[in-house]
T-cell receptor, first 113, second 114 residues
């Protein structure tokens, strides 16, 4: 069964600290992996999209890594800000069909001053 | 990119009634989808909205309960019919231009059924 599992489920860090969120997937065949940020009461917003051949991709203070061999991805947030408080969702797309986006349950991050 | 306007943003409805949610995109898009997100849960795909034909529903979702329209490449509606408290959730519209492109989401409709 295609699944995307994220850890931790929730995380609290102090402003200015770094953190790393994990994503493991069993989706096959694999097309790409996406990280989204979802603020409370809003729709998800894309942070990165990574294909099979990409190991690392950065978007400002967000850096995503992908190991397609072990089927693991991470999202590293540097120098966290209060505005980083949100849910971070890992999404994996199967190849061969547009509508097969498999969503993780998300990691809820709270950044405290 | 695509800008999605979804409305209403929230509503409180009586059980047994129906609510229609609208999704308007600022450009023509290939694929449009409707998702449900229950509190603390991940997004679950309800259906793919097909332009000019019947929507394609995922397992567990049926047309009688969630009728969908897509009259053109920029607009779609989702109706939640004969609502019960179990339908209380966030409903999200999403669009996708291609397999390796971003999926854009509307802001969501927070539905509470009382």
């Amino acid at each position: 069964k295609n699944q995307v599992e994220q850890s931790p489920q929730s995380l609290i860090i102090l402003e200015g600290k770094n953190c790393t969120l994990q994503c493991n997937y069993t989706v096959s065949p694999f097309s790409n992996l996406r990280w989204y940020k979802q603020d409370t009461g809003r729709g998800p917003v894309s942070l990165t999209i990574m294909t099979f051949s990409e190991n690392t991709k950065s978007n400002g203070r967000y850096t995503a890594t992908l190991d397609a061999d072990t089927k693991q991805s991470s999202l590293h947030i540097t120098a966290s800000q209060l505005s980083d408080s949100a849910s971070y969702i890992c999404v994996v797309r199967e190849s061969g069909g547009y509508n097969k986006l498999i969503f993780g349950a998300g990691t809820r991050l709270a950044v405290h001053p | 990119s695509a800008v999605i306007s979804q409305k209403p943003s929230r509503d409180i409805c009586q059980r047994g009634t129906s609510l229609t949610i609208q999704c308007q995109v600022d450009s023509q898009v290939t694929m449009m989808f409707w998702y449900r997100q229950q509190p603390g849960q991940s997004l679950t795909l309800i259906a793919t909205a097909n332009q000019g034909s019947e929507a394609t529903y995922e397992s567990g979702f049926v047309i009688d309960k969630f009728p969908i329209s897509r009259p053109n490449l920029t607009f779609s509606t989702l109706t939640v019919s004969n609502m019960s408290p179990e339908d209380s959730s966030i409903y999200l519209c999403s669009v996708l231009q291609g397999p390796n492109t971003e999926a854009f989401f509307g802001q969501g409709t927070r539905l509470t059924v009382v």
